[in-house]
């Protein structure tokens, strides 16, 4: 298996799929770069986090498409390609700027095939770069996953490692329906091990880096590698755990945490949004509602504050859920 970043990862993903299928396009703000020296030949920066990068220069701009600085053009393009039977791969810059193109994703995308009584198809990408860690301010860090898990009609995917990232995505480029891919930018660096060849990873699969007897962790995008590295250090003290990567949330393998659950008996959720009306919120209120009996302690979530995300530094920093307050959240619940 070949070694390489999640950025390359999604790079190679979306490389992959517009050579098997002429129907993928990818739009957005600056995914193709601009003219660049005295060739004229596209530079190919592939966007604000490079992601897309040399695209632009195997497949042209008739299917690697710049757009205006408009998220609502672009959301908007996507959705009617779909309609009209292409398979667009649509980059929102940041998670952040949801709220512009929201009437295009909720109000339109995701309703098509139930408003159109199945007859039609809505197979639109929508890739956008989410998360705090990176010292962009309270308008370009938010984890807003759960306003579109949310949503009925869509689908929201949360890699959390390069192998994930990849196949999670040609998953995404084949389905049929809307489907939310956030990318924490914070992970964009992280190396791992990728398959070779083609494969797929089917939605509604968790996957299970870590297994143990005391607790059942559930973590959420760049939280996994956090719970690994707090899990890792409570096994030297004798405290080992189940640790859950959903990988998708809609739609969410409650079917995993449940038999994971039956065994230890305690659930910590570790969620990088505020606690009100959040992924951690919500699994707790599943397990809670249906899966009670299997409880020997009050579930535990590890979350942000309420609060916007700082931009200092040193505050930003004590806003994410890092390894320690995991090891601690998990040390308190296996102590009950």
């Known amino acids: 298996m070949a070694v390489m970043t999640f950025r390359e990862a999604l790079n190679q993903a979306m490389f992959e799929e517009m050579q098997r299928d002429q129907r993928v396009i990818v739009l957005g703000e600056d995914v193709s770069g601009g003219a660049g020296g005295t060739s004229g030949e596209r530079d190919?920066?592939?966007?604000?986090?490079?992601?897309?990068?040399g695209l632009i220069l195997e497949f042209g701009e008739d299917r690697v498409i710049d757009t205006p600085i408009s998220e609502s053009a672009i959301m908007g393009a996507g959705a009617g390609a779909a309609a009209a039977g292409l398979r667009p791969v649509a980059e929102l810059m940041f998670a952040d700027f949801i709220g512009v193109c929201m009437d295009q994703v909720y109000n339109q995308a995701a309703k098509f095939r139930y408003m159109f009584g199945g007859k039609m198809q809505c197979p639109l990408v929508i890739r956008t770069a989410m998360g705090a860690g990176m010292n962009m301010g309270a308008q370009h860090s938010q984890t807003i996953y759960p306003i579109l898990t949310s949503v009925p009609g869509l689908k929201v995917v949360i890699p959390s490692n390069p192998a994930d990232a990849k196949g999670l995505l040609k998953t995404a480029i084949r389905d049929?329906?809307?489907?939310?891919?956030?990318?924490?930018?914070?992970?964009?660096?992280?190396?791992?091990?990728?398959p070779d060849g083609d494969y797929t990873i089917p939605f509604g699969e968790a996957d299970m880096p870590r297994e143990g007897d005391d607790c059942?962790?559930?973590?959420?995008?760049?939280?996994v590698p956090f719970a690994e590295k707090a899990i890792d250090h409570?096994?030297?003290?004798?405290?080992?755990?189940?640790?859950i990567d959903p990988r998708t949330v809609?739609?969410?393998d409650t079917e995993m945490i449940f038999e994971s659950l039956e065994h230890t008996g305690r659930l910590?959720?570790?969620?990088?949004?505020?606690?009100r009306c959040s992924l951690a919120s919500d699994i707790a209120g599943i397990v809670a509602a249906e899966?009670?009996?299997s409880l020997r302690a009050p579930i535990k979530m590890i979350t942000a504050p309420h609060t916007p995300v700082p931009f200092a530094r040193e505050l930003e920093r004590a806003y994410v859920p890092g390894p320690d307050r995991i090891a601690a959240g998990i040390t308190e619940?296996?102590?009950v």
């Open 333 to 335: 619940v296996t102590n």
């Open 44 to 53: 190919a920066a592939g966007g604000i986090f490079g992601v897309t990068k």
């Open 176 to 194: 049929d329906d809307p489907v939310v891919f956030f990318e924490h930018k914070a992970l964009y660096n992280r190396k791992g091990e990728v």
């Open 291 to 293: 899966a009670f009996g």
């Open 216 to 223: 059942t962790v559930v973590a959420i995008g760049r939280m």
């Open 250 to 252: 809609s739609p969410l």
């Open 234 to 243: 409570l096994a030297e003290s004798g405290i080992t755990c189940d640790l």
């Open 268 to 275: 910590v959720v570790v969620d990088e949004s505020p606690p």
